[in-house]
């Protein structure tokens, strides 16, 4: 890798439930009707879409647990996924630090680093020999699972994580905030982004509490989104 290089984060949305809208929507039918819930699968789409948004507007929202979304997200940093894993309610699984070996320095650049040349070279620095001690420590015959105290949070990795759609809307709550850290909320942008795609209904009002809520949980009144 070349110094300095900054990562771009990837997300992809690996699957999702099938018919992701026409679940929950059949579960916010069946809590009203008589007939079975398989016999609920011919109901028209104009109707069960009806439903959904009915139930979504009382907040009936467990409703939307029937449907998760699996994400695979890339070249991010550790100080990211500490932040995504504090969600309970989710899946994941995380490229180890003590079965892969990081020979190669691979590392985020804050952008507020990165757009100042004497800091970034600073910054650079620091990483270069944070990876020559690693490496160093491993070919002393330390394990990777002790050499990576001293990897640092920049450091990139991989996670694969699944959420159900109302454990989403709570992480877009928290992490769609602009006063959420900078990295985790070009995250929840994206995986909003690509939810909204396939579950338009469930997501349509998704994103912070200002939002969602029309309040500021921060009451942060500076805040351009601040609800007037
Ligand atoms: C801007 C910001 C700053 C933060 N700063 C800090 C910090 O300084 N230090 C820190 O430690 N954390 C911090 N956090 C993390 C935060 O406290 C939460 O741990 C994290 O956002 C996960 O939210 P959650 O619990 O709602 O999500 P989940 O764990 O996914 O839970 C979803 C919901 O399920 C319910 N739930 C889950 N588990 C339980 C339970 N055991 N008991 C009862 N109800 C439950 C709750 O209603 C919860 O909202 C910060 C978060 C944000 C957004």
């Known amino acids: 890798m070349k110094w300095g290089v900054n990562h771009k984060m990837n997300v992809k949305l690996l699957g999702y439930t099938p018919d992701p809208e026409k679940i929950p929507a059949m579960a916010g039918m069946l809590t009203h009707s008589k007939s079975k819930p398989e016999d609920l699968e011919k109901a028209p ?5 009806a439903v959904l ?3 979504l507007k ?17 070249d991010v940093s550790r100080s990211l996924t500490h932040q995504l894993v504090r ?3 989710a899946s994941y699984a995380q490229q180890s630090q003590r079965y892969v070996d990081f020979k190669e320095p691979n590392y985020v650049t804050p952008p507020k680093i990165a757009k100042n040349k004497k800091m970034k070279k600073a910054y650079d620095k620091t990483m270069k020999n944070i990876w020559e001690e690693y490496n160093k420590l491993r070919d002393m015959g330390i ?38 850290q900078w990295e985790i909320r070009q995250l929840a942008n994206k995986m909003l982004g690509e939810v909204k795609k396939v579950a338009p209904i ?8 200002c939002k969602t809520k029309n309040y500021c949980p921060e009451n942060k009144k500076d805040c351009p989104l601040y609800p007037r």
């Open 45 to 49: 789409e104009k109707q069960l879409n």
């Open 53 to 55: 948004k009915e139930v």
């Open 58 to 74: 009382m907040g009936h929202t467990s409703v939307i647990e029937h449907t998760s979304f699996t994400f695979a997200i890339s």
């Open 87 to 89: 969600h309970r309610i």
């Open 143 to 180: 394990p990777a699972e002790d050499s990576r105290f001293i990897l640092p949070n920049a450091a990139c990795t991989n996670i694969i994580v699944t959420m159900n759609a109302r454990s989403l809307l709570n992480f877009f709550e928290l992490r769609c905030c602009l006063h959420a």
């Open 202 to 209: 469930i997501f349509k009002n998704a994103g912070p509490a």
